[in-house]
């Protein structure tokens, strides 16, 4: 498994939980983490959130199976002898606002929802100015609101309750880079075979110049922002890989700040018409929040540097225009986070890659893999130990609509 995220620790937990204990010789399950402290890492420096509240089907499954896994977590992930976890979840549901333009949009999306289980609720203006008295509701003309399975929790404590519970059942791991691989169609006369098997991974060892190879029958990537970039590594033939993984880091800043007069403890996760987003962060007037910029905008994802003016002149705006208490409030914090994102249509990328037979792909979830990991995970392990999906239908997000160039459009991407 390539990546130790919180995608790649949950495929390997659900490897050892499917396989069970009747096999006299186990799989051997290796997770490679390139960054072990997690100074870079998606899941760490994500907001936690989790919602129903999605626009396609496969997400809101997924949503849902993770809810409730998560909600029984100690049955799944606890160890004997061990603290029980605490995820530190906070109930509070997604508030989404549209404007007039968009009200027949949200309307149609949230009796999709519906359908498909999602307790979920609109509000008219009247409405929701009645439930939180802060808000502007000007050019706000209708809003959903999550009643169930919707809020935030610690992303730290999720991966580490993985890695803990993997590592329990026997799965290995070592900090390292996958830079390179041995196909069979290295040793292949034409060497223009229509498929191939991944036969060697040469990870790079920390502070070395040396690397070390290692068989393997089964490669997962879960390399999250960088998954795209690992298809190009060395040793995979060029014309196996068209066409290429469409995944990208995409940088987003999070600012936190302080508002002494700001939403209460009944504050939801609200996403502005505008696209800015914030939520409680803790008790005491701590909140935080961002946005997405427009695509001829983004910043330069070669480092995590903060832009601080982003808030000052982006962001603050917003929020000030919607909760005219923010209009005091005082930045105390920021950091900034990559998005493993698909740039083909903002969907995670499940499955068996079609040319490269053992190369199974869990990535590109566009900041919703966090709350997605636990039912990512099952699935794609399903598909290695029993050949289909049992629990989850997600074909869809196989890598057939890339070849075909049909995208799975999510209008729910914040």
């Known amino acids: 498994v390539v990546g130790g995220g919180v995608v790649g620790w949950s495929v390997a937990y659900w490897l050892k939980v499917l396989e069970g204990g009747r096999r006299r010789h186990g799989m051997r399950v290796l997770v490679v983490e390139r960054d072990p402290m997690y100074s870079r890492a998606s899941t760490v420096l994500s907001v936690g959130g989790i919602r129903q509240q999605f626009s396609l089907r496969e997400n809101i499954q997924m949503s849902r199976f993770s809810a409730s896994f998560l909600r029984d977590i100690n049955e799944h992930l606890g160890v004997p002898n061990e603290p029980p976890i605490d995820i ?12 007039p333009q968009n009200a027949a949009a949200l309307e149609a999306t949230v009796q999709f929802q519906r359908d498909e289980g999602v307790q979920v609720t609109l509000l008219s203006p009247t409405q929701l100015k009645a439930k939180f008295p802060w808000i502007n509701t ?26 803990r519970k993997a590592t329990s059942l026997g799965v290995q791991s070592c900090s390292g880079e996958v830079r390179a691989f041995v196909t069979s169609a290295n040793h292949m006369m034409p060497p223009t075979a229509p498929s191939a098997r991944i036969k ?5 060892m920390p502070d070395s110049l040396e690397y ?28 196996l890989c068209r066409p290429p993984l469409p995944i990208q880091p995409r940088k987003r800043y999070v600012f936190t700040w302080h508002c002494p007069d700001g939403p209460g403890l009944s504050c939801p996760f609200l996403i502005d018409t505008s696209g800015a987003y914030f939520r409680r962060d ?17 910043p330069d994802p070669s480092d995590l540097s ?44 499940l499955g068996p890659h079609p040319r490269l037979e053992n190369l199974f792909l869990a990535a590109g979830f566009s900041g919703h893999g ?29 890598w057939d609509r890339l070849v075909a160039g049909q995208p799975l459009q999510e209008h729910g991407v914040v």
């Open 138 to 163: 000007e050019d706000v003309a209708v809003a959903s609101y999550g009643l169930e399975d919707e809020g935030w929790f610690d992303p730290w404590t999720l991966l580490n309750a993985f890695r």
């Open 306 to 349: 903060v832009d601080h003016n982003y808030f000052q002149e982006q962001i603050w705006p917003r929020l000030a225009r919607r909760v005219p208490a923010f209009e005091s409030l005082r930045v105390q914090g920021s950091w900034a986070g990559y998005y493993d994102y698909n740039t083909f249509d903002q969907n995670g990328v």
């Open 88 to 99: 530190q979840f906070q109930p509070s549901g997604y508030l989404f606002l549209a404007s």
């Open 370 to 398: 966090l709350q997605h990991s636990p039912a990512a995970g099952r699935a794609v392990a399903e598909l290695v130990l029993r050949g289909r999906y049992e629990t989850l239908d997600l074909r869809r997000l196989g």
């Open 200 to 204: 060697y991974v040469h990870i790079h």
């Open 212 to 239: 070390q190879p290692v068989a393997c029958a089964i490669v997962v990537n879960a390399a999250g922002a960088w998954a795209g970039k690992l298809l190009e590594a060395e040793g995979l033939p060029r014309g």
């Open 282 to 298: 803790g008790f005491a007037g701590n909140y935080l929040g961002g946005m997405s910029p427009p695509e001829e905008e983004e």
